[in-house]
T-cell receptor
Framework: GAVVSQHPSRVICKSGTSVKIECRSL??????MFWYRQFPKQSLMLMATSNEGSKATYEQGVEKDKFLINHASLTLSTLTVTSAHPEDSSFYIC?????????FGAGTRLSVL | GENVEQHPSTLSVQEGDSAVIKCTYS??????FPWYKQELGKGPQLIIDIRSNVGEKKDQRIAVTLNKTAKHFSLHITETQPEDSAVYFC??????????????FGQGTILTVHP
């Protein structure tokens, strides 16, 4: 079964609302969580890296106030897209790692109307 | 930073044929090279990986080769089956100790295996 559970799998929201995406590691402790964004027919682009208990490190061009990442426990990390706009519509994927263990979540398809 | 180029962008083969996807990387310090398979609407799944201390690794029908001098690595799938059809991504990172590090992905290859 899936060792990284990502929810929701799909979300449709109105422009201006906030959306929270959760990633849970089920069989291991995710000391580091990576969040990616993938536009249609494109590759995965790293948005930010977070270590449990620390502030996330954001990649250049990613607004930290818009994409809030919380990694308060070793089994849960959340990405909140605040004041979502249509250009934020994308496929968001988490990747949880602990040492030599790494698993991706199944992804969240966000559609902002 | 690291830059990974992947070719071809699309690959169409007949069932039973072999498929080869190639990637080049720019940072000579990178030492970890995984390959992922992504099916429509799903997250990537690791299918094989290689570290820079070996030149080749094989797992049943899948193999990966690495040329550190030329900074390129390739995925080889033999005896392809329709269920191999998916998008394949290569990636590279500087792995330290027991950590895989921050991955830089290639652009992806859409593999279609025709019955």
């Amino acid at each position: 079964g899936a060792v990284v559970s990502q929810h929701p799998s799909r979300v449709i929201c109105k422009s201006g609302t906030s959306v929270k995406i959760e990633c849970r590691s089920l069989d291991f402790q995710a000391t580091t969580m990576f969040w990616y964004r993938q536009f249609p027919k494109q590759s995965l682009m790293l948005m930010a890296t977070s270590n449990e208990g620390s502030k996330a490190t954001y990649e250049q061009g990613v607004e930290k106030d818009k994409f809030l990442i919380n990694h308060a426990s070793l089994t849960l990390s959340t990405l909140t897209v605040t004041s979502a706009h249509p250009e934020d519509s994308s496929f968001y994927i988490c990747r949880a790692t602990e040492g030599n263990i790494q698993y991706f979540g199944a992804g969240t398809r966000l559609s902002v109307l | 930073g690291e830059n990974v180029e992947q070719h071809p962008s699309t690959l169409s083969v007949q069932e039973g044929d072999s498929a080869v996807i190639k990637c080049t990387y720019s940072d000579s310090a990178s030492n970890y090279f995984p390959w992922y398979k992504q099916e429509l609407g799903k997250g990537p799944q690791l299918i094989i990986d290689i570290r820079s201390n070996v030149g080749e690794k094989k797992d049943q029908r899948i193999a990966v080769t690495l040329n550190k001098t030329a900074k390129h690595f390739s995925l080889h799938i033999t005896e392809t089956q329709p269920e191999d059809s998916a998008v394949y991504f290569c990636a590279a990172s500087l792995a330290g100790g027991t950590s895989y590090g921050k991955l830089t992905f290639g652009q992806g290859t859409i593999l279609t295996v025709h019955p």
